[in-house]
Nanobody, 122 residues
Framework: VQLQASGGGLVQAGGSLRLSCAASGNILRIDDMGWYRQAPGKERELVAS???????NYVDSVKGRFTISRDNAKNTVYLQVNNLKPEDTAVYYCHADILYTHYDSIVALKAWGQGTQVTVSS
Protein backbone atom coordinates (compact mmCIF):
# COMPACT_ATOMS: atom_id res chain seq x y z
CA VAL A 1 0.00 0.00 0.00
CA GLN A 2 1.33 3.44 -0.86
CA LEU A 3 0.26 7.05 -1.24
CA GLN A 4 1.48 9.00 -4.24
CA ALA A 5 1.22 12.79 -4.03
CA SER A 6 1.49 15.24 -6.89
CA GLY A 7 0.60 18.76 -7.93
CA GLY A 8 3.06 20.98 -6.10
CA GLY A 9 5.02 23.72 -7.78
CA LEU A 10 6.21 27.32 -7.80
CA VAL A 11 3.51 29.98 -7.98
CA GLN A 12 3.23 33.68 -7.35
CA ALA A 13 1.27 35.03 -4.41
CA GLY A 14 -2.42 34.90 -5.18
CA GLY A 15 -2.04 31.88 -7.41
CA SER A 16 -3.61 28.44 -7.14
CA LEU A 17 -2.62 24.80 -7.23
CA ARG A 18 -4.41 21.49 -6.95
CA LEU A 19 -2.66 18.78 -4.98
CA SER A 20 -3.63 15.14 -5.47
CA CYS A 21 -2.81 12.01 -3.52
CA ALA A 22 -3.79 8.54 -4.67
CA ALA A 23 -3.67 5.40 -2.58
CA SER A 24 -2.93 2.07 -4.18
CA GLY A 25 -2.68 -1.54 -3.07
CA ASN A 26 -5.01 -4.19 -1.66
CA ILE A 27 -7.19 -1.61 0.06
CA LEU A 28 -10.33 -2.60 1.92
CA ARG A 29 -11.27 0.77 3.29
CA ILE A 30 -9.89 4.28 3.78
CA ASP A 31 -11.13 6.25 6.77
CA ASP A 32 -9.81 9.76 7.48
CA MET A 33 -7.59 11.41 4.88
CA GLY A 34 -5.71 14.64 5.25
CA TRP A 35 -3.00 17.03 4.20
CA TYR A 36 -0.18 18.21 6.43
CA ARG A 37 2.60 20.66 5.67
CA GLN A 38 6.04 21.34 7.03
CA ALA A 39 7.91 24.58 6.44
CA PRO A 40 11.68 24.85 6.99
CA GLY A 41 12.46 25.03 10.70
CA LYS A 42 8.87 24.38 11.70
CA GLU A 43 6.93 21.38 12.91
CA ARG A 44 4.58 19.49 10.64
CA GLU A 45 1.03 20.80 10.98
CA LEU A 46 -2.36 19.48 9.93
CA VAL A 47 -3.78 21.70 7.19
CA ALA A 48 -7.05 19.93 6.37
CA SER A 49 -8.75 16.61 6.93
CA UNK A 50 -11.78 14.80 5.57
CA UNK A 51 -13.70 11.80 6.86
CA UNK A 52 -15.00 8.97 4.70
CA UNK A 53 -18.41 10.64 4.91
CA UNK A 54 -17.09 13.95 3.67
CA UNK A 55 -16.88 16.00 6.87
CA UNK A 56 -14.00 18.45 6.68
CA ASN A 57 -11.78 20.34 9.07
CA TYR A 58 -9.25 23.12 8.38
CA VAL A 59 -6.57 24.96 10.28
CA ASP A 60 -7.64 28.58 10.77
CA SER A 61 -4.90 30.02 8.56
CA VAL A 62 -6.27 28.34 5.40
CA LYS A 63 -10.01 28.59 5.95
CA GLY A 64 -11.69 30.17 2.95
CA ARG A 65 -8.66 29.56 0.72
CA PHE A 66 -8.09 25.79 0.75
CA THR A 67 -10.63 23.07 -0.03
CA ILE A 68 -10.14 19.39 0.68
CA SER A 69 -12.14 16.75 -1.17
CA ARG A 70 -11.94 13.06 -1.94
CA ASP A 71 -13.02 10.56 -4.55
CA ASN A 72 -13.65 7.31 -2.70
CA ALA A 73 -13.96 5.32 -5.93
CA LYS A 74 -10.43 6.40 -6.88
CA ASN A 75 -8.97 6.28 -3.34
CA THR A 76 -7.79 9.82 -3.93
CA VAL A 77 -7.75 12.97 -1.83
CA TYR A 78 -7.36 16.47 -3.26
CA LEU A 79 -6.40 19.84 -1.87
CA GLN A 80 -7.38 22.88 -3.89
CA VAL A 81 -5.23 25.77 -2.70
CA ASN A 82 -6.26 29.26 -3.75
CA ASN A 83 -5.03 32.76 -2.99
CA LEU A 84 -1.66 31.38 -1.97
CA LYS A 85 0.56 33.38 0.34
CA PRO A 86 4.34 33.18 0.84
CA GLU A 87 3.71 31.73 4.31
CA ASP A 88 2.02 28.73 2.62
CA THR A 89 5.44 27.67 1.32
CA ALA A 90 6.13 24.17 2.63
CA VAL A 91 6.35 20.52 1.75
CA TYR A 92 2.81 19.16 1.71
CA TYR A 93 2.22 15.57 2.81
CA CYS A 94 -0.93 13.52 2.43
CA HIS A 95 -2.04 11.06 5.07
CA ALA A 96 -4.63 8.31 5.16
CA ASP A 97 -5.93 5.73 7.63
CA ILE A 98 -6.08 2.57 5.54
CA LEU A 99 -7.27 -0.97 6.09
CA TYR A 100 -5.74 -3.43 3.65
CA THR A 101 -5.32 -7.15 3.16
CA HIS A 102 -1.97 -8.87 3.46
CA TYR A 103 -2.22 -12.59 2.77
CA ASP A 104 -4.83 -13.78 5.32
CA SER A 105 -4.60 -10.73 7.54
CA ILE A 106 -6.25 -7.35 7.68
CA VAL A 107 -3.80 -4.59 8.52
CA ALA A 108 -4.46 -1.05 9.74
CA LEU A 109 -1.95 1.45 8.42
CA LYS A 110 -1.44 5.17 8.97
CA ALA A 111 0.09 5.89 5.59
CA TRP A 112 2.04 8.94 4.44
CA GLY A 113 2.74 10.20 0.96
CA GLN A 114 6.21 11.27 -0.12
CA GLY A 115 5.56 15.02 0.03
CA THR A 116 5.17 17.62 -2.68
CA GLN A 117 6.83 21.04 -2.54
CA VAL A 118 4.72 24.18 -2.73
CA THR A 119 6.67 27.42 -3.10
CA VAL A 120 4.92 30.78 -3.18
CA SER A 121 6.86 33.82 -4.31
CA SER A 122 5.93 37.33 -3.24
Amino acid sequence: VQLQASGGGLVQAGGSLRLSCAASGNILRIDDMGWYRQAPGKERELVASITSGGSTNYVDSVKGRFTISRDNAKNTVYLQVNNLKPEDTAVYYCHADILYTHYDSIVALKAWGQGTQVTVSS
